[in-house]
């Protein structure tokens, strides 16, 4: 709020004017030195003002420019949790809109250990706390998680497990979180058994059309191999539909693959060694000028503030992370990214309206939701 200057006791307004004052004017000298150069890094041939010889001067802004200025600080506030959950990966992570807090499902734990976990977390501003709901599901890992939006409840389904004496094998039950227990249901039809060719099968939620979408996954067919799935289905809160479109994905055998929802395009985008978009009914392979190469694992999400697809992998090259950013016609590269050494999920919290990247924080392989970090529409900030 800006300061009455008629009202000499209002100190504390005052002061709060003028650090708002500082704020905006670091905010301008920043844009003068962004506009100083030509977008190569190299000085732009401006001629100089006949009205002044100062090179610095601050360009005039509209009150629009100004206030977008302002609003893309970083603003991800989001205290560090007393503990973390002790699993190592495979887990599967959703954001629960209904309920605002993010929900882990499974995956493999480094103490007391167990392979194949049944344990549920949940996670919000007061960090992270284990829930002990009457049913639970089979432990498992590289399930499918999602928001169902239509339901307000998060759908699990697939993942590998393990019977007595029959080894690992895939499932395909379908259970709910409603935020206090799990229900399990007794779909009609249901996809054929699978797990997840990364953490997870491609599962998204379909906000055009009310529905999760599943795309493939993979089956085991001996102990060292397992086959791609490229099926279609959608779950429409009761029952699973196959779809059969005139064009599929490929999923061709150890092909990564990752898929989120655009919003601002009302598709589905899927990633493999192309690009493809989901319209509800087909598959449409595009051709971007780029396209993003999955190393071995990546994960996707969607930022609403900036209307992107945001996709963080690992490049083939060197190995760092790299962040690749899809606006409905083309990828580009982010500038800035985590020095991380390992990824699990990314959801989108709409409570602090930041894209969450849950990830390996240093060299040490102690837990993936060790480090967190936030998308602020340029570069990841750290929020613990």
């Known amino acids: ?46 001629p100089a003002s006949p009205a002044t010889s100062n090179p610095t001067a601050l360009p005039v802004l509209s009150p629009a420019t100004v206030t977008a200025a302002v609003l893309t600080q970083p603003s991800v506030k989001i205290p560090t949790p007393d503990a973390l959950p002790p699993l190592f990966s495979g887990s599967s992570l959703v954001y629960d809109e209904a309920r605002e807090e993010v929900v882990s499902f499974g995956g493999l734990q480094a103490s007391p250990g167990c392979v194949f976990c049944d344990v549920t977390w949940v996670w919000d501003d007061l960090g992270w706390k284990q829930r002990h709901p009457k049913n639970i599901p089979p432990g498992r890992v590289g399930a499918g998680f999602v928001y169902d939006q239509s339901i307000r409840a998060d759908v699990l389904f697939g993942g590998m497990s393990e019977r007595s004496g029959s080894g690992n094998v895939p499932l395909n039950d379908t259970w709910l979180w409603d935020g206090e227990n799990w229900i399990r249901q007794d779909a009609p039809v249901s996809p054929p058994a699978r797990y997840g060719t990364n953490v997870g099968e491609t599962m998204a939620y379909d906000a055009a059309r009310q529905v999760v979408m599943l795309f493939g996954g993979e089956i085991p067919v ?9 099926d279609t289905w959608t779950w429409n809160g009761r029952t699973w539909i196959q779809l059969r479109p005139e064009a599929s994905p490929p999923a061709e055998p150890g092909t990564f693959i990752s898929a989120a929802y655009d919003a601002a395009h009302e598709n589905v985008i899927l990633l493999d060694q192309g690009t493809w978009t989901w319209d509800g009914t087909n598959w449409t392979e595009r051709h971007p000028t780029l396209n993003p190469i999955p190393v071995g694992t990546g994960v996707m999400g969607y930022d609403p503030a900036h209307g992107r697809i945001v996709f963080f992998t690992f490049d083939p090259s060197t190995g760092e992370g790299v962040t690749w950013l899809w606006d409905g016609e083309d990828w580009s590269k982010a500038d800035m990214n985590p020095q991380i050494t390992g990824v699990e999920q990314m959801v989108y919290d709409s409570r602090h309206q930041v894209l969450l990247l849950f990830a390996v ?13 936030g998308w602020n529409g340029s570069a990841w900030d750290r929020v613990y």
């Open 1 to 46: 709020m800006w300061a009455d200057p008629t009202h000499a006791h209002q100190t504390k307004r005052h002061m709060t004017a003028v650090l708002l004052l500082v704020l905006i004017g670091c905010q301008l000298r920043e844009a003068n030195r962004q506009a100083s150069t030509d977008g190569t890094g190299r000085p732009a041939s401006t």
């Open 222 to 230: 001996s102990a060292r191999a397992g086959m791609s799935l490229n």
């Open 361 to 373: 924080g240093g060299d040490k392989l102690a837990g993936f939701y060790e480090a967190l970090w």
